[in-house]
């Protein structure tokens, strides 16, 4: 069944029965009974078939599709979870927000791996909000983000106080913001409306992308401290007012000898280490 809803994924996204089967390294003619099977299965037609247009998924193909999706992702994560019970290791998700992940977490990655050799990872970066809504809602889940929430359900670890500072020329005409929902995001917007900016807008979720652009004087923005060690020297900056703490937030309170608690620990520990 796995194998025929894989064959379903990729004829409904590349929309070619042929190349399906060159990326599934099968024939084309299997490719076309694995269709067909789901077909007399479900009792519908699942695409319409065009000679010079390739395939069309029908109004049930466009539902089955996000069906397909769902049973893949259920099956890989069910493999998971046996894997994980049979050889009674532990797995821990830590989601980070863009600036921590590109200018603290990636510097000690092999270190956090190596001191928790028992444990499987998944390292994800997201932005704040989104890190937030994990872990709301998922198990044994670490986030890192750019700003307290103050939410009571929430066990919140203050890493670093994180001074922010205005980079580039202020005589640019733009103003480079992080994307929607980020941690830097917010404070730039206070940033602003306090200083009563008025600029066009550059947007990215990249701390590279935003690098680049300075090193080449196009733009101006609030930054991190931090981030001065990613540019040239002769870059115009000037402190502000403005500071963040940057916060390990998880759903409930880890004990101080628990696992969760040592990774609370280390990270604490690692990310005061490149305090500016």
Known sequence: MLSLLHTYVTVYELRNFSKAAEMLYL?????????????????TPLFIRNEKKGVEPTEFGEMFYI???NLIKDWGSTLDEIKQKKTNRKHYTILISHSIAEMYF???IPSLILTFSEFDFDF??????EIIHAITNEKNVIGLIEKPTNRSDFNETILLEDQMVHVGSQDSPYWIEREENSGMRF???????QKKL????ITTNSLSFLVK????NIGQTLVSKKALDYLPQSIDWKDTQFKRHLTLIQKTEPLKNSDAGKLTTFLKTQIK???P
């Open 27 to 43: 024939s084309q003619p299997t490719v076309s009974v694995h269709i067909q099977k789901l077909e007399e299965m479900t009792d």
């Open 67 to 69: 069906k397909a999706l």
């Open 106 to 108: 990636n510097n000690f």
């Open 124 to 129: 994800l970066v997201k932005n704040s909000e």
């Open 187 to 193: 404070y730039q917007e206070l940033y602003l409306d």
């Open 198 to 201: 008025h600029l066009h807008t």
């Open 213 to 216: 652009l300075l090193e080449n």
């Open 273 to 275: 280490k490149q305090q």
